[in-house]
């Protein structure tokens, strides 16, 4: 019988319209009450002027393990996920082999308990070997523990496979997550088509090649009555895509990483391999219509898009550095701070895309305070104001063009499953 | 040997600049003053024929990652022209090949008490990174598409010999504007001197972004030719594309080729450059290339010259 009592917190649950100032009670690992005593309890948090949430779940995270632990593994992942006050992660299939198989899935499962930081999640693999050309056992990695069906951070080009991974996957119930990009218009492309790129030669990224294809996989998901969710979302020609089909009840979602409103295209004039990501930091038009989707719900989950590379790899030049940035430590403040602050967001807005929603697309029973739900809180102090430093980082990688940033807002306490771990 | 002109006796103002990186961050001043040192060294050496060892003890590297022959040569040149001690590192026979990173490869070099580096590499902004993180000073020879900005300087230096004076020109770049290093450091030198520049050629090479930059889009040469100063004809950059931007090279010829033809529509004292190499028939026809008009050869003697005058003002620039 272990208790916590986390007292006068200002509780946000969107999944139950909650945000009141409350005493919650934890007791044997799930909710007890939301309107608590202060009895006894094993432990006390004092949570005046804070926020306590249903715990944050990214549901984008390469945690790299197997294949790539130079970058990240999954303990180091789930340890990051926790700094950054995530409770639970979804780990993409982007690792070497790929988790196409039920003995890799409990291989991550097996690792992320052994960690004991966070939940992890496996999203696997939606085509065999991540190939693009047959789908994997879909049925035999629910059974496993799947949470959802994707190809990673490399498009599902061929249609007719997309086609049938949404016609497929509607038996488990599971989502299908694509990446929408046409890798005919970006070929060896290094940043956004604009302005910028056109000063300073660098091979162009076009809106119009994550257009396309989110046309595309709308259109196959409207046809299939499936489940489809676009991964990392960045283009103001997507949003409005996105904002018609929804009007028209296509069971689309939509997810953003932080580098995609915190940032714009200029970001790269000082060449920085780690402004190097995909999708491309774009300009500010696109910026402004992704906050403007963010806001009237368009786009409906904030995910990290965590993506570690080791030094060595971003070391290089613009052209051969590889993409991506690890995210997991900043999501919540850059939205705290790009967002909520500036009023682009309320506070309950934001938790629902970094907990309650997630959830739901994912089918996992997390994301609330209901009592009886499992006890994984995150409390936040909105107004703390802190320092990214890379060098402190609990990621295994430090490819964070952050670094040295001012950002108000952070976890201060993270509970997982009754457990305190930060 | 010869003696020093006065006016390099001592380091020139307004340059404080250790790096050469491009033609965009450059003030007007600043590329006056580069394009002065070049031809004070052009008259004080029999156009580059002479040694002015005012660079002795000092040591630079060319690192070129990207093949290139005029560039490579003249930089190495122009070091010995002024006493410095100059070395060639080659891409293909060095441990780049063994999987090393650019900035290992240069740090290992500077260690070798190296002055100035100068860099070819087909990334945008390998320059730019290494001067960043080197101590020695970083001449950009040539950054993908980016920026070449000897390049720019020597064409402009050509021009400005021929006519006196860059403002009030009109200078057209023809061709593939979007893949040219060449096109950015010429629009950015010529515009901070005051000439109108025009981008001209297909659409999928020039796009109408390019008039954000202030310069005039035109896709018809015909159109342009006789409003022009001077047409410098830049090369199709065949090896930087995949889906080709235009039909046929016969198809590019009929419509971008310098030739007679349109040498007749031009004004009389046009001139005609290209940064080279060209592709003769491509845009630029033989008769034309080597015709009364072009000045494509004293471009290559320029480029010594402002080579010289680029070694010259990094390395005597105050730390």
Same mark, same amino acid.
């Given at each position: 019988?272990?208790?916590?009592?986390?007292?006068?917190?200002?509780?946000?649950?969107?999944?139950?319209?909650?945000?009141?100032?409350?005493?919650?009670?934890?007791?044997?690992?799930?909710?007890?009450?939301?309107?608590?005593?202060?009895?006894?309890?094993?432990?006390?948090?004092?949570?005046?002027?804070?926020?306590?949430?249903?715990?944050?779940?990214?549901?984008?995270?390469?945690?790299?393990?197997?294949?790539?632990?130079?970058?990240?593994?999954?303990?180091?992942?789930?340890?990051?996920?926790?700094?950054?006050?995530?409770?639970?992660?979804?780990?993409?299939?982007?690792?070497?082999?790929?988790?196409?198989?039920?003995?890799?899935?409990?291989?991550?499962?097996?690792?992320?308990?052994?960690?004991?930081?966070?939940?992890?999640?496996?999203?696997?693999?939606?085509?065999?070997?991540?190939?693009?050309?047959?789908?994997?056992?879909?049925?035999?990695?629910?059974?496993?523990?799947?949470?959802?069906?994707?190809?990673?951070?490399?498009?599902?080009?061929?249609?007719?496979?997309?086609?049938?991974?949404?016609?497929?996957?509607?038996?488990?119930?599971?989502?299908?997550?694509? &990446?929408?990009?046409?890798?005919?218009?970006?070929?060896?492309?290094?940043?956004?088509? !604009? %302005? *910028? #790129? /056109?000063?300073?030669? +660098?091979?162009?990224?076009?809106?119009?090649?994550?257009?396309?294809?989110?046309?595309?996989?709308?259109?196959?998901?409207?046809?299939?009555?499936?489940?489809?969710?676009?991964?990392?979302?960045?283009?103001?020609?997507?949003?409005?895509?996105?904002?018609?089909?929804?009007?028209?009840?296509?069971?689309?979602?939509?997810?953003?990483?932080?580098?995609?409103?915190?940032?714009?295209?200029?970001?790269?004039?000082?060449?920085?391999?780690?402004?190097?990501?995909?999708?491309?930091?774009?300009?500010?038009?696109?910026?402004?219509?992704?906050?403007?989707?963010?806001?009237?719900?368009?786009?409906?989950?904030?995910?990290?898009?965590?993506?570690? &590379?080791?030094?060595?790899?971003?070391?290089?030049?613009?052209?051969?550095?590889?993409? !991506? %940035? *690890? #995210? /997991?430590?900043?999501? +919540?403040?850059?939205?705290?701070?790009?967002?909520?602050?500036?009023?682009?967001?309320?506070?309950?807005?934001?938790?629902?895309?970094?907990?309650?929603?997630?959830?739901?697309?994912?089918?996992?029973?997390?994301?609330?305070?209901?009592?009886?739900?499992?006890?994984?809180?995150?409390?936040?102090?909105?107004?703390?104001?802190?320092?990214?430093?890379?060098?402190?980082?609990?990621?295994?990688?430090?490819?964070?063009?952050?670094?040295?940033?001012?950002?108000?807002?952070?976890?201060?306490?993270?509970?997982?499953?009754?457990?305190?771990?930060? | 040997?010869?003696?020093?002109?006065?006016?390099?006796?001592?380091?020139?103002?307004?340059?404080?600049?250790?790096?050469?990186?491009?033609?965009?961050?450059?003030?007007?001043?600043?590329?006056?003053?580069?394009?002065?040192?070049?031809?004070?060294?052009?008259?004080?050496?029999?156009?580059?024929?002479?040694?002015?060892?005012?660079?002795?003890?000092?040591?630079?590297?060319?690192?070129?990652?990207?093949?290139?022959?005029?560039?490579?040569?003249?930089?190495?040149?122009?070091?010995?022209?002024?006493?410095?001690?100059?070395?060639?590192?080659?891409?293909?026979?060095?441990?780049?090949?063994?999987?090393?990173?650019?900035?290992?490869?240069?740090?290992?070099?500077?260690?070798?008490?190296?002055?100035?580096?100068?860099?070819?590499?087909?990334?945008?902004?390998?320059?730019?990174?290494?001067?960043?993180?080197?101590?020695?000073?970083?001449?950009?020879?040539?950054?993908?598409?980016?920026?070449?900005?000897?390049?720019?300087?020597?064409?402009?230096?050509?021009?400005?010999?021929?006519?006196?004076?860059?403002?009030?020109?009109?200078?057209?770049?023809?061709?593939?504007?979007?893949?040219?290093?060449?096109?950015?450091?010429?629009?950015?030198?010529?515009?901070?001197?005051?000439?109108?520049?025009?981008?001209?050629?297909?659409?999928?090479?020039?796009?109408?972004?390019?008039?954000?930059?202030?310069?005039?889009?035109?896709?018809?040469?015909?159109?342009?030719?006789?409003?022009?100063?001077?047409?410098?004809?830049?090369?199709?950059?065949?090896?930087?594309?995949?889906?080709?931007?235009?039909?046929?090279?016969?198809?590019?010829?009929?419509?971008?080729?310098?030739?007679?033809?349109?040498?007749?529509?031009?004004?009389?004292?046009?001139?005609?450059?290209?940064?080279?190499?060209?592709?003769?028939?491509?845009?630029?026809?033989?008769?034309?290339?080597?015709?009364?008009?072009?000045?494509?050869?004293?471009?290559?003697?320029?480029?010594?010259?402002?080579?010289?005058?680029?070694?010259?003002?990094?390395?005597?620039?105050?730390?």
């Amino acid at each position: 019988m272990s208790t916590i009592l986390l007292k006068n917190g200002r509780l946000i649950d969107p999944s139950q319209q909650l945000d009141r100032v409350t005493n919650i009670l934890l007791k044997d690992g799930v909710v007890a009450s939301l309107d608590a005593q202060e009895t006894y309890a094993d432990r006390v948090i004092d949570a005046t002027g804070k926020i306590v949430a249903p715990g944050l779940i990214d549901m984008h995270v390469q945690l790299r393990e197997p294949g790539w632990e130079e970058d990240e593994t999954i303990a180091s992942g789930a340890a990051a996920a926790i700094v950054g006050g995530f409770t639970s992660i979804a780990c993409i299939p982007n690792t070497e082999p790929p988790l196409d198989s039920p003995a890799s899935i409990e291989y991550v499962r097996h690792k992320a308990a052994r960690a004991d930081k966070c939940n992890v999640f496996v999203i696997a693999c939606a085509s065999s070997g991540r190939k693009g050309e047959q789908l994997s056992e879909i049925g035999t990695l629910v059974e496993a523990g799947a949470v959802g069906f994707s190809d990673a951070s490399r498009a599902i080009t061929n249609p007719e496979l997309l086609r049938r991974a949404l016609e497929y996957t509607q038996m488990f119930d599971k989502p299908v997550l694509n &990446r929408p990009e046409l890798i005919e218009l970006t070929h060896n492309g290094v940043m956004h088509d !604009g %302005m *910028v #790129s /056109l000063v300073l030669g +660098l091979a162009p990224i076009p809106a119009a090649a994550e257009d396309v294809m989110a046309a595309r996989d709308i259109c196959l998901c409207e046809t299939t009555g499936g489940r489809l969710h676009l991964m990392s979302v960045s283009s103001s020609g997507t949003v409005e895509i996105l904002r018609r089909a929804k009007a028209r009840g296509v069971r689309t979602t939509a997810e953003i990483h932080p580098c995609n409103f915190a940032l714009t295209d200029e970001a790269l004039r000082e060449f920085d391999p780690n402004c190097k990501v995909n999708p491309p930091l774009r300009s500010a038009d696109h910026v402004a219509a992704c906050i403007a989707g963010l806001k009237d719900g368009t786009i409906d989950v904030i995910s990290s898009g965590h993506a570690p &590379r080791a030094s060595q790899k971003k070391m290089h030049e613009m052209t051969d550095a590889p993409f !991506g %940035m *690890v #995210s /997991l430590e900043t999501t +919540l403040g850059l939205t705290a701070t790009k967002l909520v602050r500036p009023g682009h967001l309320t506070w309950s807005q934001a938790i629902d895309k970094l907990s309650t929603t997630p959830a739901r697309i994912l089918g996992v029973p997390k994301g609330t305070l209901m009592v009886g739900a499992d006890a994984d809180v995150t409390i936040i102090d909105p107004d703390l104001p802190w320092t990214v430093d890379t060098s402190q980082y609990a990621s295994r990688s430090s490819n964070c063009p952050f670094d040295g940033w001012k950002l108000i807002g952070k976890a201060t306490n993270v509970i997982v499953g009754g457990v305190v771990k930060l | 040997m010869i003696e020093l002109p006065p006016e390099l006796e001592s380091p020139p103002v307004p340059w404080t600049r250790r790096h050469l990186l491009d033609l965009e961050s450059l003030s007007a001043a600043e590329i006056t003053t580069a394009l002065d040192v070049a031809q004070s060294f052009k008259d004080a050496t029999r156009d580059c024929k002479d040694k002015l060892p005012t660079l002795a003890g000092v040591t630079s590297v060319n690192l070129f990652f990207e093949d290139s022959t005029r560039t490579r040569t003249s930089f190495s040149l122009a070091a010995r022209r002024l006493g410095a001690d100059n070395i060639e590192f080659s891409a293909s026979s060095s441990s780049v090949s063994k999987g090393e990173t650019l900035l290992d490869t240069a740090k290992t070099i500077e260690s070798m008490q190296i002055d100035a580096m100068v860099v070819r590499h087909r990334s945008p902004g390998a320059p730019q990174m290494l001067a960043k993180n080197l101590d020695c000073c970083v001449i950009n020879a040539g950054d993908g598409p980016h920026e070449h900005p000897t390049q720019g300087l020597l064409d402009i230096l050509t021009i400005r010999q021929h006519r006196g004076a860059i403002a009030g020109l009109t200078v057209a770049l023809v061709g593939d504007i979007a893949h040219s290093r060449t096109a950015r450091s010429n629009i950015w030198g010529l515009q901070k001197l005051g000439a109108h520049v025009i981008v001209c050629g297909p659409s999928t090479l020039v796009s109408k972004q390019w008039e954000k930059l202030g310069v005039e889009v035109s896709h018809d040469l015909d159109d342009i030719v006789a409003r022009c100063d001077v047409l410098n004809l830049l090369r199709i950059q065949f090896e930087r594309q995949y889906t080709r931007p235009f039909p046929s090279v016969r198809e590019y010829a009929l419509l971008y080729a310098m030739n007679r033809e349109r040498m007749e529509q031009a004004k009389e004292d046009i001139l005609i450059m290209a940064p080279g190499p060209i592709n003769r028939g491509v845009e630029v026809t033989p008769e034309v290339a080597d015709g009364s008009q072009s000045v494509i050869l004293h471009q290559v003697n320029n480029g010594l010259a402002v080579r010289m005058a680029a070694l010259y003002l990094v390395a005597k620039a105050p730390r």
